[in-house]
């Protein structure tokens, strides 16, 4: 089976050293799925990060484009997502998220506690199906509470094997995209209207359609200038640096002498968990000299559809065959723990069907596609909220992620 695999990496129609062609597929795809979700509705509802990813999913299994090329395996975990996290954090202003979406917020701390519950609970009852599944724990707690960059920067700490981490993207991105139509399907249904409350479903009932999408009315065109990206990508290239400099470190300085020191010493060696701390600090104590400016959203939101589109290329058959079954399975304990969490903890305290579904959707895809979904719902009241929940969860994320990891001994 692994020679077939080779056969297939070596009969793609463009090569894996035949970088520019392969920057230009990423590129153009992505652009693609961008236009897609904000110029057809039937697009906007699936989200345009999952057609990128698809996308490339399809490039893949039909040779076109290899799976073991350095821009995908290296360039776009190792520069693209690193740049992105600050990029995403800038409005992290923890004292504003807590004042302005405060209830919110609750909801999705308590569908967060669900996911590393039901992580544990599922290692227990998988542990011995799956390989290194302490470590896949690990990620999928980080990923189901803050995103595909939480997923990234855990894989990597934890050093988990490439073929369990692409058959672990396989069933996660899947999944996530089913899940995202039920989620769809709930906020339609009969059932759930008529015990929880949903006024954002009501209001956007009187609302007439448009014929532009939601989507492209939330990305519509904001001014920036050239000195707005010179400093975006300025700041977070800095911020990279220092947390990777301060997490080498920190590693060598903070001894290993018990189980918390190797915590400890885990936690912030981290340079994904550093960049996260500084920009949040920063973002939250110095709002005033710290203030993000104009595009830090879309750059960082862009680059994550270029993670996606990298996620997606190792997906193929002979992965899914081999590893996914079980992990499918996995991450469905996962998903739907979350969805109880959220469903009972947002019934016992009163929130709208709106609140719980974006809430479990920001904890399962991050901010962006729980924005999306908000968009495409027509919730736009919600959409800056659950932006800004959701990017806490790359914050806390990955904290979670390493807690798990360590429990179960990764």
């Not at 906007?44 to 821009?71: E, R």
């Not at 600090?281 to 270029?306: D, H, R, S, V």
């Amino acid at each position: 089976m692994m020679s077939m695999d080779i056969i297939l990496k070596m009969d793609s129609i463009i090569k894996n050293d035949n970088t520019i062609a392969l920057i230009a597929i990423t590129f153009l795809w992505a652009a693609f799925s961008i236009y897609a979700e904000q110029k057809w509705k039937w697009a906007a509802k699936i989200t345009g990060t999952v057609i990128c990813m698809l996308g490339a999913m399809v490039f893949s299994n039909a040779n076109v484009i290899p799976s073991d090329a350095l821009w995908f395996n290296e360039t776009i975990w190792d520069f693209v997502i690193p740049l992105s996290i600050p990029l995403l954090l800038f409005q992290c202003n923890i004292k504003k998220i807590w004042k302005e979406s405060g209830r919110l917020l609750t909801l999705f701390l308590i569908g967060s506690f669900g996911t590393a519950v039901s992580a544990v609970l599922a290692y227990w009852l998988l542990s011995e199906k799956i390989p290194h599944l302490e470590k896949i724990a690990a990620m999928m707690t980080g990923s189901y509470i803050g995103g595909s960059v939480n997923f990234a920067s855990l894989s990597s700490f934890f050093q988990t094997p490439s073929e369990i981490s692409a058959a672990a993207t396989v069933a996660d991105n899947f999944l996530m995209a089913v899940y995202f139509f039920v989620l769809i399907a709930i906020s339609s249904s009969k059932f759930f209207q008529a015990h929880f409350k949903h006024p954002h479903i009501l209001k956007a009932a009187r609302i007439k359609p448009s014929l532009q999408t939601q989507s492209a009315a939330y990305w519509s065109a904001k001014k920036i200038s050239l000195k707005d990206i010179a400093f975006d990508f300025a700041f977070s290239a800095a911020i990279v640096w220092i947390s990777t400099e301060g997490a080498t470190v920190l590693a060598q300085i903070i001894p290993r002498t018990n189980v918390a020191m190797d915590i400890l010493n885990s936690l912030f060696s981290n340079r994904y968990l550093l960049m996260t701390t500084i920009t949040t600090l920063l973002a939250t104590f110095l709002p005033q000299k710290w203030k993000p400016n104009a595009g830090t959203q879309e750059l960082g939101t862009y680059m994550i559809y270029l993670f996606f589109f990298a996620v997606g290329v190792p997906a193929t058959l002979s992965d899914i065959i081999r590893q996914a079954p079980f992990l499918f399975l996995f991450c469905a304990i996962i998903v739907f723990s979350n969805m109880i969490f959220c469903f009972i903890g947002g019934k016992v305290l009163d929130f709208t069907l709106e609140d719980i579904i974006l809430a479990s959707n920001a904890n399962i895809g991050g901010p962006t596609t729980a924005a999306a979904m908000a968009i495409s719902k027509g919730w736009t009241d919600l959409t800056g909220a659950v932006l800004l929940v959701g990017t806490l969860g790359y914050a806390i994320g990955t904290y979670f992620g390493i807690f798990v990891g360590k429990i179960l001994g990764a």
